[in-house]
């Protein structure tokens, strides 16, 4: 099992930056790659962002040129850097790992990002 705590979510406005973490716990020795969703109201869940514990690193569109992701391999954390928020970047941010070799999924609870003036 892994668990996942994040923080860093908040209020910002228009432009503004924001940075989520996420610590994974657990059989951490097991993960091949932490992530970022989010899920915006009436909308699916889509990814952000996602790292292998290589480096290998996988970016929505929307997020090319505007948000970095990166890992912490030794403290088992991942980090979102948001620049140039715009509001429909507000969502519910969700933390994700997955494991080898068979790809479980694991989730956080969540943090809130709202962008808005």
């Known amino acids: 099992q892994v668990q996942l705590v994040e923080s860093g979510g908040g209020l910002v406005q228009p432009g503004g930056s924001l940075r989520l973490s996420c610590v994974a716990s657990g059989s951490i020795f097991s993960i091949y790659d932490m992530g970022w969703h989010r899920q915006a109201p009436g909308k699916q869940r889509e990814l952000v962002a996602a790292i292998t514990t290589g480096g290998t690193t996988n970016y929505a569109d929307s997020a090319k040129g505007r948000f970095t992701i990166s890992i912490d391999n030794a403290k088992k954390t991942v980090y979102l850097q948001m620049n140039s928020l715009k509001s429909e970047d507000t969502a519910v941010y969700y933390c994700?790992?997955?494991?080898?070799?068979?790809?479980?999924?694991?989730w956080g609870q969540g943090t809130q990002v709202t962008v808005a003036s």
């Open positions: 994700n790992a997955r494991s080898s070799p068979f790809f479980v999924s694991y």
